[in-house]
């Protein structure tokens, strides 16, 4: 079976600080992704990597930078945390056959920002 | 981009009842697939269903690509089918897979 954990479940942070949300992946993925969820949203896309050092925006990726320096590891990165960054965080994992891979998520990280 | 539209938005059903829940999309896609959101947040891939029906146990779904729309498909209804039910879609012209969500069906099935 696909693992894909993700570092915490719950975290709260402080306006202004550099915040690290990890995700690994155990299947040997092309690919990984980090989506956040708010109500009523469903989930929208950050940012995306097909290889390790290699990324590509999502749908929304001002505040937020990304690092995969190894294939099995995807981190997503504040810079500098705000209120409007409280969200649930998902992680994902796909094998890389292209346009009609099936994705596999963690657990997610529920961040709140004060 | 693409727009995924679901309804209904929610859904409250009685255990053992039989239910449809409908993705309408608004262009072509090669690649779609239903989630089921526990309510601890996590997401499982329920069906990978671009087009055409599939089964597995009391949920099914049927794509019809054509017309541009997914049903899934809940029978016999168990509290732990409670939970946000996302259909994502991906054109055929992205190569990576990445996935446009619906807003979700939050579904709670009572005893």
């Known amino acids: 079976d696909v693992k894909v954990t993700q570092s915490s479940r719950y975290l709260v942070k402080r306006t202004g600080e550099k915040v690290f949300l990890e995700c690994v992946q155990d299947?040997?993925?092309?690919?990984m992704f980090w989506y956040r969820q708010d109500p009523g949203l469903g989930l929208r896309l950050i940012y995306f990597?097909?290889?390790?050092?290699?990324?590509e925006k999502g749908d929304i990726p001002e505040g937020y930078s990304v690092s995969r320096e190894k294939k099995e590891r995807f981190s997503l990165i504040l810079e500098s945390a705000s209120t409007n960054q409280t969200s649930m965080y998902l992680c994902?994992?796909?094998?890389?056959?292209?346009?009609?891979?099936?994705?596999?998520f963690g657990p997610g990280t529920r961040l709140t920002v004060l | 981009g693409i727009q995924v539209e679901q309804s209904p938005p929610d859904l409250i059903l009685q255990e053992g009842a039989n239910s449809t829940l409908r993705c309408n999309f608004s262009?072509?896609?090669?690649?779609l697939q239903w989630f089921h959101q526990n309510p601890w947040g996590q997401l499982i891939n329920l069906f990978y269903?671009?087009?055409g029906t599939k089964q597995n146990g009391r949920l099914s779904a049927t794509t019809v690509a054509t017309e541009r729309y997914s049903l899934l498909y809940i029978s016999s209804s168990q509290t732990t089918d409670s939970g946000v039910y996302f259909c994502?879609?991906?054109?055929?012209?992205?190569?990576?897979?990445?996935?446009?969500f619906g807003a979700g069906t939050q579904v709670v099935v009572t005893p």
């Open positions: 990597s097909y290889d390790v050092k290699m990324k």
């Open positions: 269903i671009p087009s």
């Open positions: 262009d072509s896609v090669n690649n």
């Open positions: 299947m040997d993925h092309e690919n």
């Open positions: 994902a994992s796909s094998p890389g056959a292209g346009s009609t891979d099936t994705q596999y």
């Open positions: 994502a879609v991906s054109p055929p012209t992205d190569s990576w897979g990445k996935l446009q």
